[in-house]
């Protein structure tokens, strides 16, 4: 357990560790406006510049690169700091969001998502930068306010999102060009007020050289690469290619296999800087703190993309409506996290807080299968209190997971629990929306076909039907040969009801992850021995003192 420390004097009030927080509040947004944003105008950006069936990359090729890259990232920075690995990512987000803006269509857009992904990989990890530079025991306070601060984006991206949509010439295209400018500044503060400590400080009597070649590139590959194959079978299934297809096969085992080589590669061969040092997974409460983590990412992903789908199939396509709607999942997950933040260390028992966490989020993933066409309200309240029940988790395994691992692997492991989060995330959200078309191509002949003949509509008429409802303009179903006023409201109803069904069978899915970080947090222990002063590192330890000696007080 580690003690109070100290500070250099006026540390608090410094120029330095003012602009740095500044600094980062910005990056955390960035992280959000990058991504939380544009994923709730994907369907207006396709109308706009599209249409494109491959829309659904930008978000997924976005959270694919930004898990894979974290491993890398957070390695490097343990080896020579963090500086100018966050000012990078920054820069990478302006060229991102320049070229986001100015694409001309949606294979444009997607190209950018790499580059967003990669910013994202620095953005992630702000609760590490905000809890390196705080005391122990207020990391609980400094997680609250660093949600406070991005709540503009976190809780109401999506009705920004579409404010920029209703309300500006450029439209859509003002998300990218908010990111590009939000990055732009960011990375200007950085680099006059973060200045964490020098790789001669971390690492006394190594050249950078040693410590480059040191790194564990091949086990960046096989995580890459497997990760690369298991998501392109997720994706492609029941998509572009039937799940029994060659294509879906061949790349589902080559990625399970691949990762399973990657874990035995990193546990059996003796690795001077092994891309994920094993020895924290001795540690069982960061283990747990990934495993609950990276379920609270799952309802966050997952709902990011669904819940505006749900809303404009079930409930209404007012551009604005959908926003408001769309900030419950954000801005209660926001006050979850401002409201228990607080209470962390003075309740403690962070065991029974994570479980009582993840049962909330369980029972209402489970109420929220219930929201039909019929259940507006209940479906807005329940979104929240998933929101509220995901904030809560994420607090906790984040301020957990931040604990207990060791100084000297903080950023390695914090970077591998939010690289697992984000991948599983990513999973999740392709395992969601695999079940949810699934489902939908055949709950919609099913409900559709008996409605729309009952009502009188020929069923000979049927295949020009489906054809034009693929379309979905007025014009298309009014050229259906038999085409009635009693058929379209027949219609609505009919697809109303397939789209409540599919939607139902992916929130009761959902079910079997919280219960595995149910089953898994009874496992956890209580870390209040390690809420104390202790400060990891200073914002001013990279800089030079009065007398031109650097300083070391940590």
Same mark, same amino acid.
């Given at each position: 357990?580690?003690?109070?420390s100290e500070v250099p004097k006026g540390y608090?009030?410094?120029?330095?560790?003012?602009?740095?927080?500044?600094?980062?509040?910005?990056?955390?947004?960035?992280?959000?406006?990058?991504?939380?944003?544009?994923?709730?105008?994907?369907?207006?950006?396709?109308?706009?510049?599209?249409?494109?069936?491959?829309?659904?990359?930008?978000?997924?090729?976005?959270?694919?690169?930004?898990?894979?890259?974290?491993?890398?990232?957070?390695?490097?920075?343990?080896?020579?700091?963090?500086?100018?690995f966050i000012i990078g990512a920054q820069m990478?987000?302006?060229?991102?969001?320049?070229?986001?803006?100015?694409?001309?269509?949606?294979?444009?857009?997607?190209?950018?998502?790499?580059?967003?992904?990669?910013?994202?990989?620095?953005?992630?990890?702000?609760?590490?930068?905000?809890?390196?530079?705080?005391?122990?025991?207020?990391?609980?306070?400094?997680?609250?306010?660093?949600?406070?601060?991005?709540?503009?984006?976190?809780?109401?991206?999506?009705?920004?999102?579409?404010?920029?949509?209703?309300?500006?010439?450029?439209?859509?295209?003002?998300?990218?060009?908010?990111?590009?400018?939000?990055?732009?500044?960011?990375?200007?503060?950085?680099?006059?007020?973060?200045?964490?400590?020098?790789?001669?400080?971390?690492?006394?009597?190594?050249?950078?050289?040693?410590?480059?070649?040191?790194?564990?590139?091949?086990?960046?590959?096989?995580?890459?690469?497997?990760?690369?194959?298991?998501?392109?079978?997720?994706?492609?299934?029941?998509?572009?290619?039937?799940?029994?297809?060659?294509?879906?096969?061949?790349? &589902?085992?080559? /990625?399970? %296999?691949? $990762?399973? +080589?990657? =874990?035995?590669?990193?546990?059996?061969? @003796?690795?001077?800087?092994?891309?994920?040092?094993?020895?924290?997974?001795?540690?069982?409460?960061?283990?747990?703190?990934?495993?609950?983590?990276?379920?609270?990412?799952?309802?966050?992903?997952?709902?990011?993309?669904?819940?505006?789908?749900?809303?404009?199939?079930?409930?209404?396509?007012?551009?604005?409506?959908?926003?408001?709607?769309?900030?419950?999942?954000?801005?209660?997950?926001?006050?979850?996290?401002?409201?228990?933040?607080?209470?962390?260390?003075?309740?403690?028992?962070?065991?029974?807080?994570?479980?009582?966490?993840?049962?909330?989020?369980?029972?209402?993933?489970?109420?929220?299968?219930?929201?039909?066409?019929?259940?507006?309200?209940?479906?807005?309240?329940?979104?929240?209190?998933?929101? &509220?029940?995901? /904030?809560? %988790?994420? $607090?906790? +395994?984040? =301020?957990?997971?931040?604990?207990?691992? @060791?100084?000297?692997?903080?950023?390695?492991?914090?970077?591998?629990?939010?690289?697992?989060?984000?991948?599983?995330?990513?999973?999740?959200?392709?395992?969601?929306?695999?079940?949810?078309?699934?489902?939908?191509?055949?709950?919609?002949?099913?409900?559709?076909?008996?409605?729309?003949?009952?009502?009188?509509?020929?069923?000979?008429?049927?295949?020009?039907?489906?054809?034009?409802?693929k379309k979905a303009t007025a014009a298309a179903?009014?050229?259906?040969?038999?085409?009635?006023?009693?058929?379209?409201?027949?219609?609505?109803?009919?697809?109303?009801?397939?789209?409540?069904?599919?939607?139902?069978?992916?929130?009761?899915?959902?079910?079997?992850?919280?219960?595995?970080?149910?089953?898994?947090?009874?496992?956890?222990?209580?870390?209040?021995?390690?809420?104390?002063?202790? =400060?990891?590192?200073?914002?001013?330890?990279?800089?030079?003192?009065?007398?031109?000696?650097?300083?070391?007080?940590?």
């Amino acid at each position: 357990m580690e003690h109070d420390s100290e500070v250099p004097k006026g540390y608090w009030t410094s120029f330095d560790f003012i602009g740095s927080c500044a600094a980062i509040v910005l990056l955390a947004n960035c992280l959000f406006i990058g991504y939380a944003m544009p994923t709730n105008i994907l369907n207006v950006i396709n109308a706009d510049i599209g249409p494109s069936t491959n829309i659904y990359l930008v978000s997924l090729i976005n959270t694919l690169i930004k898990g894979i890259g974290l491993l890398l990232v957070g390695t490097l920075s343990d080896i020579a700091g963090r500086r100018w690995f966050i000012i990078g990512a920054q820069m990478f987000g302006v060229v991102g969001g320049i070229i986001a803006a100015t694409a001309n269509n949606v294979n444009q857009v997607i190209g950018s998502s790499p580059f967003i992904g990669i910013a994202g990989c620095g953005q992630v990890l702000y609760p590490l930068l905000v809890q390196e530079i705080v005391p122990n025991k207020y990391r609980g306070w400094s997680q609250t306010l660093i949600t406070v601060a991005v709540l503009p984006t976190l809780g109401l991206g999506p009705v920004v999102a579409r404010s920029l949509v209703q309300y500006t010439d450029l439209g859509w295209r003002w998300t990218f060009w908010l990111n590009t400018i939000v990055c732009a500044v960011s990375a200007v503060l950085l680099f006059f007020c973060y200045h964490p400590p020098k790789f001669t400080q971390l690492r006394q009597g190594v050249s950078k050289m040693d410590q480059i070649k040191r790194i564990d590139y091949i086990g960046f590959f096989l995580y890459g690469g497997g990760l690369v194959c298991l998501l392109l079978a997720l994706s492609w299934g029941g998509r572009q290619y039937p799940w029994k297809s060659p294509q879906c096969i061949a790349t &589902l085992v080559i /990625g399970v %296999v691949v $990762l399973v +080589a990657f =874990v035995l590669y990193e546990v059996y061969m @003796p690795l001077p800087e092994p891309l994920l040092p094993m020895k924290l997974f001795k540690i069982r409460n960061f283990w747990i703190a990934v495993v609950v983590g990276s379920v609270g990412q799952m309802s966050f992903y997952a709902l990011n993309v669904l819940w505006p789908t749900h809303i404009t199939a079930l409930y209404t396509k007012h551009n604005m409506t959908v926003g408001w709607m769309s900030c419950t999942t954000g801005s209660f997950l926001a006050l979850g996290e401002v409201l228990t933040g607080p209470f962390l260390k003075r309740n403690g028992r962070t065991k029974l807080q994570m479980i009582f966490s993840i049962a909330g989020l369980c029972i209402f993933c489970g109420v929220m299968s219930l929201s039909n066409e019929h259940r507006m309200g209940q479906a807005i309240a329940i979104t929240a209190m998933i929101g &509220l029940m995901v /904030g809560w %988790v994420e $607090l906790i +395994a984040i =301020v957990v997971a931040g604990l207990v691992i @060791p100084p000297d692997t903080i950023g390695s492991g914090q970077a591998f629990f939010a690289s697992a989060r984000a991948i599983s995330g990513t999973i999740a959200t392709s395992i969601y929306l695999a079940i949810y078309n699934n489902k939908l191509t055949t709950f919609i002949p099913r409900e559709v076909i008996p409605a729309v003949t009952t009502a009188g509509l020929p069923e000979s008429s049927l295949p020009a039907l489906f054809a034009a409802t693929k379309k979905a303009t007025a014009a298309a179903l009014d050229s259906v040969p038999g085409m009635t006023a009693a058929v379209k409201v027949a219609l609505t109803a009919a697809q109303k009801r397939a789209y409540a069904q599919s939607f139902s069978i992916v929130y009761l899915s959902s079910l079997s992850f919280g219960f595995l970080a149910l089953a898994v947090a009874f496992f956890a222990s209580d870390v209040d021995k390690y809420m104390t002063g202790f =400060v990891n590192k200073t914002v001013v330890q990279g800089k030079k003192d009065k007398e031109g000696e650097m300083m070391e007080k940590v």
